[in-house]
């Protein structure tokens, strides 16, 4: 199987907050951005792999601003590393304010997305080339990520997890 870039996994989606979308505050709801974050991740995790994806796991959502009735906000998601069957996707999400136009990233979001045959079975996915400072630096961080979860799922030994002993090693 032929690995591909973390580029030609890029989804990118643009909304307009309504009232439907919105609490009584005036802002976005929480639950609404999630679903488009987990649609557009999917969009992403897709492209890279070809095949039917399902969500695994949201690793993390930071709701750092509110989003607020009438604002543009743009989705933009990319595979930050393929392990197995599975797909790390880190999605960034900006905030258009709609009477001034001032473009600011709000949130942003790690899920993963793991490929399934036509009967629900994992299969393999393309190998992921980071090229960018950014796609470099989330690639390694997804290691260490994937490292933690699987020791604070139980399915890996701490004294197994390198990536995450060589960051205590450091401090040392």
């Known amino acids: 199987m032929k690995a591909k870039k973390s580029s ?8 307009i907050v309504l009232p439907d979308d919105t609490n009584t505050l ?13 649609v557009i991740a999917a969009v992403s995790a897709h492209r890279h792999c070809g095949r039917v994806v399902v969500t695994a796991s949201v ?12 604002d543009f906000v743009t989705l933009e998601a990319k595979v ?5 069957s599975s797909m790390e996707v880190f999605i960034d999400v900006w905030q258009e ?12 979001a790690i899920f993963t997305f793991v490929a399934v045959d036509q009967i629900g079975n994992t299969i393999e996915v393309p190998e992921l080339i980071p ?22 799922g139980g399915r890996m030994k701490p004294k197994d997890a390198t990536e995450l002993k060589a960051i205590f090693e450091d401090l040392s």
């Open 26 to 38: 005036g802002n976005l709801m929480g639950g609404r951005l999630m679903y488009w974050m987990d």
């Open 131 to 152: 090229e960018t400072d950014v796609e470099i630096e989330r690639h390694a961080a997804a290691l260490r990520r994937r490292q933690l979860s699987l020791i604070l």
């Open 97 to 108: 304010d709609h009477r001034n136009a001032q473009k600011t990233k709000c949130n942003e």
């Open 8 to 15: 030609e996994s890029i989804a990118v989606a643009t909304h």
């Open 59 to 70: 690793n993390n959502i930071s709701f750092n601003q509110p989003i607020h009735l009438g």
């Open 80 to 84: 930050s590393r393929a392990f197995g």
